[in-house]
Each structure stands twice: as structure tokens, then as C-alpha cells.
């Protein structure tokens, strides 16, 4: 059974860092083929993809937060990490990791339940 | 990026057919998803590529289209489907999601 958790601070300030954590049962990132993301869902832009990690430890990020996002996983603790620096309050939204489907084609088979991000002074 | 655009809402009946679209702006060749989010819940995965129902997913939903129409089709609907409905696709970087049909049931 593949579960995924998201967790977070829930409220940080404008220009601080965002440290997010993604615990994950069912599946290990260090077998060939799967793949964790990190999508945001907020009411401003609807649903963002912001990045994927591989079990090769290949990256891949959005373009349009590129110099932003930091990736990262720990494959023995089966944890994904996701950081987003300079937090501003158009970056407040639910943030959700998820499978990569392994059928090798772009989509989320599993997602967390998501965790709320307030950025507010 | 690829602008994925759907139709903000639909109200149909129980027992009653209905078809969500999602128009990409660009080809997507058959790299599109759905998914059914229903309110405090996160999206769950119903059609892969095009027209592949994931699994548990009833055979009620089923999905269509290539290049860059595709359609989400529920035949039939049952209270429960009441849910905004996304697409997703992955053929051109980056992945981008619609905003979403809201689907009614009168």
C-alpha cells in the first residue's frame, strides 16, 4: 500500500525559507524507475508542478521557480525534501507530494494529503 | 508552457451522461491525465494517458483524445462524482495542470 505525508511549518514569514518533508511507505525512490514530485495547489494559479526527484537522483524543476526550489531525497529513511527560498505571500498554498505513475508517463498515481503553507507577516 | 484550458462547471442529473474537455494549447500527443479532487481532499488519479482508467478507478469514467482535445467522459454519474475535475500533461516541459470543471449534480 503506497502512502505519502506531508509535512511543514504551516506559517512562515515573507523572504524565509521554506523546508518541506515528504514520508513515504509502499515503494523505495532507490528502485529503478520511480520518481517523487512536489505539486502546489493554490486559489491564485490552481495546481503548479514544481518539481520531480528519480531514483538516480536526477532533477528536474519548473522553470518559472527554478532558482528557487532545492530538491532532495534520503532513500534509506524513504523521505523526499522539497525547499523553496525567498517565500513570498503569492506562495501560500497546499503543498503536495506525490508518485510518479510507473507507467513512465508524467502522472501522479498516489498523492499525500497535503500540507497547508500560510506566508504572512 | 502549455496552457491546459477546461470549462469552470458542469451541472447534470444522476444517471445522466456527462463530458469534461480539456483543450491544450499545444500538442500533447496522448500525454494527458485526469483527476477528481473533492473539497479538503488531495486529486486522485482517475484516466493516465488519455484513456487508461487507473486502478479501482470505476469503468464508469473513461477518457479520450489526442494532439490537443482530449474529454473526461462519466457515464453514468452518481452523486458521489460531485468533484472539480483536472487534466495534466506531461508531454511538454513543464507538467501543467487545468484549473478545473466543477462538476454539479442537479
Known amino acids: 500500500q503506497v502512502t505519502l505525508k506531508e509535512s511543514g511549518p504551516g506559517i512562515l514569514q515573507p523572504s524565509q525559507t521554506l523546508s518541506l518533508t515528504c514520508s513515504f511507505s509502499?515503494?523505495?525512490?532507490?528502485?529503478?524507475?520511480?520518481?517523487v514530485g512536489w505539486i502546489r495547489q493554490s486559489s491564485g494559479k490552481g495546481l503548479e508542478w514544481l518539481a520531480n526527484?528519480?531514483?538516480?537522483?536526477?532533477?528536474y524543476y519548473n522553470p518559472s521557480l527554478k532558482n528557487r526550489l532545492t530538491i532532495s531525497k534520503d532513500t534509506s529513511n524513504n523521505q523526499a525534501f522539497l525547499k523553496i527560498t525567498n517565500m513570498d505571500t503569492a506562495d501560500t498554498a497546499t503543498y503536495y507530494c506525490?508518485?510518479?505513475?510507473?507507467?513512465?508517463?508524467?502522472?501522479?498515481?498516489?498523492w499525500g494529503q497535503g500540507v497547508m503553507v500560510t506566508v504572512s507577516s | 508552457d502549455t496552457v491546459l484550458t477546461q470549462s469552470p462547471a458542469l451541472a447534470v442529473s444522476p444517471g445522466e451522461r456527462v463530458s469534461i474537455s480539456c483543450r491544450a494549447s499545444?500538442?500533447?500527443?496522448?500525454?494527458m491525465h485526469w483527476y477528481q479532487q473533492k473539497p479538503g481532499q488531495q486529486p486522485k488519479l482517475l484516466i493516465y494517458?488519455?484513456?487508461n482508467l487507473a486502478s479501482g478507478v470505476p469503468a464508469r469514467f473513461s477518457g479520450s483524445g489526442s494532439g490537443t482535445d482530449f474529454t473526461l467522459t462519466i457515464d453514468p454519474v452518481e452523486a458521489d462524482d460531485t468533484a472539480t475535475y483536472f487534466c495534466?500533461?506531461?508531454?511538454?516541459?513543464?507538467?501543467?495542470f487545468g484549473a478545473g470543471t466543477k462538476l454539479e449534480l442537479k
Open positions: 506525490a508518485r510518479r505513475g510507473t507507467e513512465a508517463s508524467g502522472y501522479f498515481d498516489y
Open positions: 509502499g515503494f523505495s525512490l532507490s528502485t529503478y524507475g520511480m520518481c
Open positions: 526527484i528519480w531514483w538516480n537522483d536526477d532533477k
Open positions: 499545444e500538442g500533447v500527443n496522448s500525454y
Open positions: 494517458k488519455a484513456s
Open positions: 495534466q500533461q506531461s508531454w511538454n516541459d513543464p507538467y501543467t
